[in-house]
């Protein structure tokens, strides 16, 4: 009887380390497997001029685009490609990279994909802010002309939208109406247009919008249209993670981080 009843329980002693050994195997594969990527998108947009074509008035736009880039303990920050002004498009291939991880107070830069060199190392916080993509720390207008005329459910989920209207009579150089969006569920994403008004909205200014009404120019001799300055953060979807994750990789190895 008890060598019966030692052979019924002996396949649960087997079993016990080998699941433990399982569970092991695949705690270690789990840290092998590739990073989990998120991407962020900091879009600018900028009205340069208004020109007349045809019988038309357009405004020419500078916009540009900078991803940052999450995996693991590691940020890059892919820098807009350099724009041809007379066409306003970008040069495919010249886009600078900054490496670091998350939360150093230094970092590598790279001038393109393509470059081998184990980057040059650079003050993040003074790199950012020279690249403009730091340092803005919007707030609300002081100035009492400027009033609050409405808070509303933004266009994106999640979303609360604050209009504010100037409210003395309009000129060529002041804005007529600025926007502030802020997201109830805050991206997790090392940037801020202010600090200020996260903690005092309790939610995470997202995106900025100061706004010209069409209005005759005297510069010009013509009426002008609508014409808008943005700033705006938003998640996507990572394009090309498995290229992403290589790029990362490689020039972590190359920079020795």
């Given at each position: ?79 807009p490609a350099v ?45 950012l ?6 340092g ?6 002081a ?60 939610m995470?200014?997202s ?51």
């Amino acid at each position: 009887m008890r060598n019966r009843s030692f052979s019924r329980r002996r396949p649960v002693a087997i079993v016990l380390p080998a699941l433990c050994v399982l569970l092991l195997a695949t705690a270690c594969m789990g840290t092998s497997r590739p990073g989990t990527l998120q991407e962020f998108q900091f879009v600018r947009n900028f009205p340069v001029r208004a020109y007349k074509e045809q019988d038309s008035v357009r405004i020419l736009n500078f916009r540009d685009t900078t991803s940052i880039v999450y995996m693991d303990a590691y940020a890059l920050y892919r820098l807009p490609a350099v724009t041809q002004f007379e066409t306003n498009q970008s040069i495919r291939g010249t886009e600078a990279y900054l490496l670091m991880r998350r939360g150093a107070g230094t970092g590598r830069f790279f001038s393109s994909g393509a470059d081998a060199s184990p980057g040059v190392v650079v003050n993040v916080d003074s790199f950012l802010r020279k690249k403009g993509l730091q340092g803005e720390d919007f707030d609300v207008p002081a100035d009492s002309a400027w009033q609050l005329v409405a808070t509303t459910a933004g266009d994106r989920p999640d979303e609360v939208l604050e209009k504010y209207a100037y409210t003395r009579p309009p000129t060529e150089t002041v804005f007529d109406s600025i926007y502030y969006y802020y997201s109830k569920r805050p991206p997790a994403v090392d940037f801020s247009f202010s600090k200020k008004l996260d903690r005092a909205k309790r939610m995470k200014l997202s995106r900025v919008r100061f706004l010209y009404n069409e209005r005759y120019s005297t510069q010009e001799q013509f009426m002008v249209p609508k014409r808008e300055f943005l700033f705006d953060l938003r998640e996507v979807e990572p394009g090309n993670p498995e290229d992403t994750r290589r790029l990362l990789r490689r020039l972590c190895g190359q920079a020795g981080i």
